[in-house]
């Protein structure tokens, strides 16, 4: 199926590892070219030396704290118009309500939930000045879960389904489609950390964490390529006539109503 991507620009955020990275090398397969954003310089070269190698697209880096003042009005300036905005950068703590302090919330939706407000208000604006675009906001199945173990995210999540779902739902009148992904667990180094933390602070013992993975449906996260290939579909014409809605990819595990 030919996406009719190539020759697009698409920016990233949280670019250097997991979801993000592999979307950076999904994209650039598509013949995308990319704007990648992190905070690890070293991870990003990495990346763009790896992209070189297979992709015919040009890569420039954006290494920056997206929480650090000014950092979205920088980008904003650094960067023309690109057809694409994928929302990816953040990683909210896992935790009661009593493991996750103030600071810690904080810091986690400073990034993530404001993170994604700042950037969708400062590119929106751009793609509706040259026409059109697609933003996609990558959120997490926590936001329907619900699960007071997860509760800075699960609050922060179900307020980003709300945006998302608010501001897609007129979107379209600028020619721009707003769409959310709500991933599940993904084999990435994320998923095992927060396992870990659930399986000492559940049962004292660190390596229960693979018994809680077999939980999961078919026993395993997600592949990266099975949330980065809906992402970019999304972010295609053929993707269309989809915006203010939220896409659920956990093997359905958000309707077991159990986010183990």
Known sequence: ???KLGGKTALITGASMGIGEHLAETFAAEGVHLHLTARSTDKLEALKA?????????????????????????????????????????????????????????????LKVYGYVGMCRAFYTKMKNAGGGVIINNIGNGGEVLDPKYIA???GNASLMGFTRALGAFSLDDNIRVVGVNPGPVDTDRIYNMLKKRAIKDHGDESRARDLAKGYPLERPAHKHEVSDIIVFLSSYRSGYVSGTIVTVDGGIASRRSII
């Open 1 to 3: 199926m030919d996406l």
């Open 50 to 110: 790896r992209i070189a190698e297979t992709s015919d697209v040009s890569v420039t880096l954006h290494p920056l704290d997206l929480t650090a003042e000014g950092a979205v009005e920088q980008l904003d300036a650094a960067i023309g118009h690109v057809d694409i905005l994928i929302n990816n950068a953040g990683a909210i703590p896992s935790g009661d309500l009593w493991d996750v302090d103030q600071d810690s919330w904080r810091k986690g939706w400073d």
């Open 153 to 155: 995210g699960a609050s």
